[in-house]
């Protein structure tokens, strides 16, 4: 099967920094496109980052200027590098990616298990 890990969730202060990593492991031919989705209490799951295989990313407007998403393509793992927190980033984040499996020949999206990101004032 095929598993995305998140690490780099946790407690910080306004105007701070996190750094949020998924690794995708398992019987994999390719990935394509990898992301970051944020999802508050009570709110709709939002799109926060996106990045190709090629290098082309889609930012939301709310954390552009602010986090940068970025992938290292031999260690199946993406990145979200989160600075100038503000209290209203304060969500469970969810690493997502497209997906080949190895001998499967078709491609689905894979969610990791999402992690905390709590910004204080």
């Known amino acids: 099967q095929v598993q995305l890990v998140e690490s780099g969730g946790g407690l910080v202060q306004a105007g701070g920094s996190l750094r949020l990593s998924c690794a995708a492991s398992?019987?994999?031919?390719?990935?394509?496109?990898m992301g970051w989705y944020r999802q508050a209490p009570g709110e709709q799951r939002d799109l926060v980052a996106t990045?190709?295989?090629?290098?082309?990313?889609i930012y939301a407007d709310s954390v552009k200027g602010r986090f940068t998403i970025s992938r290292d393509n031999a260690k199946n793992t993406v990145y979200l590098q989160m600075n100038s927190l503000k209290p209203e980033d304060t969500a469970v984040y969810y690493c997502?990616?497209?997906?080949?499996?190895?001998?499967?020949?078709?491609?689905?999206?894979?969610w990791g298990q999402g992690t905390q990101v709590t910004v204080s004032s």
């Open positions: 990045i190709t295989t090629g290098g082309r990313t």
């Open positions: 997502n990616a497209a997906i080949v499996r190895a001998l499967m020949g078709y491609q689905r999206d894979y």
């Open positions: 398992g019987s994999i031919f390719s990935i394509n496109a």
